[in-house]
């Protein structure tokens, strides 16, 4: 705490528990901004097309989960009973010859995969990434016996899926089994590739202006505001790119500011992109002063400014913001 008042002493804090399924209210003194109100409303939503679907699983169980950035959502829970071997276990043989010779397995992929397609979403246009964990054999008889479906029904739904699919070892077949799996590199960055395509996209078209020396970018605090001001970053393509950083300075006139810019952007008919700095496309923002844009018509004169901010914070006199 700042300032003493009845319930903390200064430089002291609070901790509190929110209980699952109790209701609460969360007030702030100067209300909601327009960036966290929509962070928020991202951390609630259910899921969307690009989240990542996984099925942790083992012989006999299954749980259908959906992973967002903010957390992970069980969907259905597959148990099915009958004989099997342990996990982990079965002849060589009958691992080589896959779902296709597992007849005590197939009844059990099979209510897995049609309860996954009930709880999940999945589009050929725009194909979902799928992660299978198991402890041996069962995640990649299970992908294989997707693609057999996929097959022998000619459904372009269960081949996209079984190409989308990653299989990945685990100890077992329970929700909280997927932590181990999660922080594997190789699962973190297909996350966070599939999650930030949006953004790397857009950083790769700004680089191509960039290169082509075509007065349609900019970037850096001065520049990138004179811009949105002239209306450049609107209607018809008009981009804002800005690190989610900014928007965790101390000051509260500094956050406003760039809340502001947002909803400038947003208000003439642009598109303002909150990319995050813990990515790789954040990460090549920041080189460019955090912030920067794609504009709807070229501008000429938007570097006769001698002192240009650069990036961060307002007013800062870094070089390396000069527009393109």
């Not at 749980?63 to 079965?90: A, D, Y």
């Not at 402890?135 to 299970?142: D, I, K, N, Q, R």
């Not at 520049?223 to 800005?242: F, H, S």
């Amino acid at each position: 705490m700042i300032k003493k008042n009845a319930h903390v002493n200064t430089g002291q804090y609070h901790t509190l528990d929110l209980e699952l399924h109790r209701p609460f209210t969360l007030l702030k003194p100067y209300g909601w901004d327009s960036v966290a109100t929509q962070t928020l409303r991202e951390s609630l939503r259910q899921n969307r097309g690009d989240d990542l679907a996984a099925v942790v699983m083992q012989e006999g169980l299954a749980n259908i989960c959906v992973i967002t950035e903010f957390r992970t959502i069980l969907k259905q829970r597959v148990e099915h009973g009958g004989p099997g071997r342990k996990s982990g276990s079965g002849s060589d043989s009958a691992k080589r010859n896959g779902a296709k010779g597992d007849n005590a397995a197939k009844p059990f992929f099979e209510k897995t995969l049609s309860t996954l397609l009930r709880a999940v979403e999945f589009d050929v246009s725009k194909p979902r990434p799928l992660l299978l964990a198991s402890p041996g054999w069962v995640a990649s008889e299970f992908k294989q016996y997707i693609e057999d479906q996929g097959q022998r029904k000619l459904d372009k739904t269960l081949l996209s899926m079984a190409r989308e699919a990653v299989v990945v070892q685990c100890s077992g077949g329970h929700v909280h089994n997927l932590n181990e799996v999660l922080k594997s590199p190789e699962v973190q960055k297909t996350m966070k590739d599939k999650k930030f395509s949006t953004e790397t996209r857009l950083l790769d078209e700004f680089d191509k202006r960039l290169r082509l020396d075509d007065y349609r970018v900019c970037y850096g605090l001065e520049p990138v505001v004179r811009a949105i001001d002239e209306g450049a970053v609107g209607a018809g393509g008009g981009t804002l790119l800005i690190n989610n950083s900014l928007f965790r300075n101390m000051d509260i006139a500094t956050r406003k500011k760039y809340v502001a810019l947002v909803d400038k952007v947003k208000e003439g008919g642009g598109e303002a992109k909150v990319l995050s700095s813990d990515h790789e496309s954040g990460q090549r923002l920041d080189k460019l002063g955090g912030i920067a844009a794609i504009l709807t018509f070229p501008l000429y004169d938007l570097d006769d400014s001698d002192d240009e901010a650069g990036g961060g914070e307002p007013g800062s006199s870094a070089a390396g913001t000069s527009v393109i």
